[in-house]
């Protein structure tokens, strides 16, 4: 039961140095979303793909892009790593993008960025 | 947009103990649906018990049960029994039935300390 899988789980970047998130999920999944947790805060949406080969801003969207490779995968990159994304991210995935019956959001396990 | 508050940024409980968990949300849809998510050390988030807004009966999931008053938009989480592996962050989240850019919106969560 691997669920969602993120890589790596741990990077420490310097500042202006770029970086890739993998996340990958064996559920069928159509939608995935990559949320950031900051101590004191809930998770914040930085980006959503409501289905494979579209993409979409969430609340935290600057200085990120994404990459919906395929119904599986949903990458995030950061083009030039600041100290504010210093975060752990979190991969996640539900069957569709909006809210219904039984549409439950399932989390990967987390990656620890610090940028110095 | 949607907002959800948690109160209490951390409680202490004695081991079997009953607790609750206060979440308040702030939403014009009539529609939608509200989480509560256990975040323990490991920093995994793992689904505690889901409600839908148009259900008047309070979800169970075993010895954790919600509160969910509408018209009060407050919906609050029971912990009966509890245990030490209950100790963690617990979050509460709203999803409205569009989905897309809100997402999943948190609160800032709760320390829940279960004492021995």
């Known amino acids: 039961n691997a669920g969602v899988t993120q890589t790596p789980k741990f990077q420490v970047l310097k500042t202006g140095q770029s970086m890739t998130l993998q996340c990958a999920q064996d559920?069928?999944?159509?939608?995935m979303y990559w949320y950031r947790q900051d101590p004191g805060m809930g998770l914040r949406l930085i980006y959503y793909?409501?289905?494979?080969?579209?993409?979409d801003k969430g609340e935290v969207p600057n200085g990120y892009n994404v990459s919906r490779l395929n119904k599986r995968e949903f990458s995030l990159r950061l083009e030039s790593a600041a100290p504010s994304q210093t975060s752990v991210y979190f991969c996640?995935?539900?069957?569709?993008?909006?809210?219904?019956?039984?549409?439950?959001?399932?989390f990967g396990e987390g990656s620890w960025l610090t940028v110095v | 947009a949607q907002t959800v508050t948690q109160s209490q940024p951390e409680m202490s409980v004695q081991e079997a103990e009953t607790v609750t968990l206060s979440c308040t949300y702030d939403?014009?849809?009539?529609?939608?649906?509200l989480f509560w998510y256990k975040q323990p050390p490991s920093r995994q988030m793992i689904l505690v018990i889901r409600?839908?807004?148009?259900?008047?009966q309070n979800a169970t999931e075993n010895r954790f049960s919600v509160n969910f008053q509408k018209a009060a938009k407050s919906f609050s989480l029971k912990i009966s029994d509890s245990q030490l592996g209950d100790t963690a962050m617990y979050f509460c989240?709203?999803?409205?039935?569009?989905?897309?850019?809100?997402?999943?919106?948190f609160g800032k969560g709760t320390h829940l300390i279960i004492q021995p």
């Open positions: 989240a709203f999803m409205n039935p569009g989905g897309g850019a809100d997402g999943l919106t």
């Open positions: 996640a995935s539900s069957e569709v993008w909006r809210g219904g019956p039984g549409n439950t959001i399932y």
């Open positions: 939403t014009s849809e009539s529609n939608y649906y």
């Open positions: 793909s409501a289905s494979e080969g579209t993409t």
């Open positions: 409600q839908e807004a148009y259900k008047q």
């Open positions: 559920m069928n999944h159509n939608s």
